[in-house]
């Protein structure tokens, strides 16, 4: 959709999991682009959930977290 589809409010790993089980199988296969922040747990996630998918790190997160 070129679109934003969802921020999520609650970022606990079983909580992202239980919204993403919700898509069909085929379409988690589709999925072609992810932004996610830099919790590496996220990464393992969704690369078991959307294996097609490449996953970009929020531009956000980077600076904030080299600047620190």
Known sequence: ???LFT???DQ????LAQYF???PRK?????K??????NASYNQLLKKG??????????FQYCVTHQS
């Open 27 to 31: 379409t988690q296969l589709n999925v």
């Open 21 to 23: 089980i919700r898509f």
């Open 50 to 59: 959307f294996p097609n998918a490449e996953i970009f790190t929020d531009w």
């Open 7 to 9: 921020i999520f409010e």
């Open 33 to 38: 682009y992810l932004v996610m922040d830099m």
């Open 1 to 3: 959709t070129n679109m």
């Open 12 to 15: 606990r790993l079983f909580k």
